[in-house]
């Protein structure tokens, strides 16, 4: 497929996301059932230019002045694909399943509507309402922020250190620009892929299958490096979905004393056992009913709860979320990040631990939340999270928003992570 097939492809994918309210990994595979002639390259291309047109969906529609599939797609080529209505129009003619060239119309709007003068909320590429929170947990940095947020991810793998070094791992995917990360000692980063490419497919890599790493977000592998776990100690993760963090913590602690792993939603827990198998990890217990935790009340050195939340770190992976999220589902999450805290705190042994995560970018989600919680928990109190972070990444500091009683924000316009908050409170002994 040329350009223009592509585009047409990725204007009729996003037209059903957007009329059927489907996910966009659903829309871009049915389109890929249904169009069996097109090439890995073709899906690859596809699929790159309805992400982008995702992540820059206000800007697109403000250099148009429209809001329909056909300006967030021809967007994505100008705003990301070095691409210029000229060039595009030379492209697109005289291909017959290329979409109808940019009119004079639309080629006047774009040189009339210049982003540096848009609203701050379309520049951020973020929905109006969620402007606010940003701005309150930012201050002037944050349409940077949200700008950052809108751009493609790298891919990042952590090694799995109970099974390899990072020297080795990167020996072996040599030849994928594969390179260490800033701040992680365990991380390794595949940087964005421009234009039609795509990552590698490393899980069909044999250093995955023998285990020696994880696709893991910097910013995750830092939070489970600070949330504190050592060799030998008790852990409880009280929200272990998968278990990305439950197998970091377990390399963390060299496969000594022993995790809990506990999820309300048994389901999620489901693909945990594989990857414990498959990393080596022998000190973690999947404990899916939460009466069978009793017995661990006061008991933990440490309780992880990588809460649930609005997800707003991760827009940069999961564009669509940015436009489906609600102030109701954030409300929501709200209220069970405020129960969840007082469930799991129970767990903390006096002396104990108990670290709060979330890859939210909001207030509300972060310090506004741990700051209820304690005031209605005298008993635990928040760690010096400068320290904290200086004794785990020595020299780093400069390299994460911390506030040494309030916590600590990773983002990716500061950090190059996705957008991380970590709360780590101590329980009077
Ligand atoms: C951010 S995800 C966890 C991700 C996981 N820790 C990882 O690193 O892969 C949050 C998890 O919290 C779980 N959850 C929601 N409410 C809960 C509750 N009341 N108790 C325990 N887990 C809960 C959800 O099912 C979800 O799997």
Known sequence: MRLGGRLAAAIEVLEDIRTRHRPTADALRDWGVSHRFAGAGDRAAVGNIVYDALRRKRSAEYLFGSDTPRAAAFGALLLEWDESPQSLNEALSGDKFAPPLLSEDEIEALSANRLDDAPDAVRADVPDWCAPFLEAQFGAGWVAEGQALSARPPLDLRVNTLKAGRDKVLRELSGMHAAPTAISPNGIRIPPIRGSGRHPNVQAEPAFRKGWLEVQDEGSQIAAI??????????????????????????????????????????????????????????????????DLAPLERKMDLVLVDAPCTGSGTWRRRPDAKWRLTDRQLDVRMAEQEKILVEAS????????????????????????????????????????????????????????????????????????????????????
Request: net charge positive.
């Open 346 to 429: 129970r767990f903390v042994r006096p002396g104990g631990r108990l670290t709060y995560v979330t890859c939210s970018m909001f207030p509300q989600e972060n310090v506004e939340r741990i700051d209820a919680f304690l005031v209605a928990n005298s008993d635990f109190m928040p760690v010096d999270h400068a320290r904290l972070f200086e004794s785990r990444f020595e020299g780093k500091s400069g390299s994460a928003r911390i506030d040494a009683v309030k916590g600590i924000s990773l983002t990716p316009a500061y950090s190059g992570t996705d957008g991380f908050y970590v709360a780590v409170l101590s329980r009077a002994a």
């Open 226 to 291: 600070l949330a504190g776990a050592e060799p030998g100690i008790q852990v409880l993760d009280y929200c272990a979905g998968a278990g990305g963090k439950t197998l970091a913590l377990s390399a963390g602690m060299e496969n000594r004393g022993q995790i809990f792993a506990h999820d309300s939603e048994k389901q999620r827990l489901a693909p945990i056992f594989d990857r414990l198998r498959r990393a080596d990890v022998r000190n973690v217990q999947v404990v899916s009913r939460a009466e």
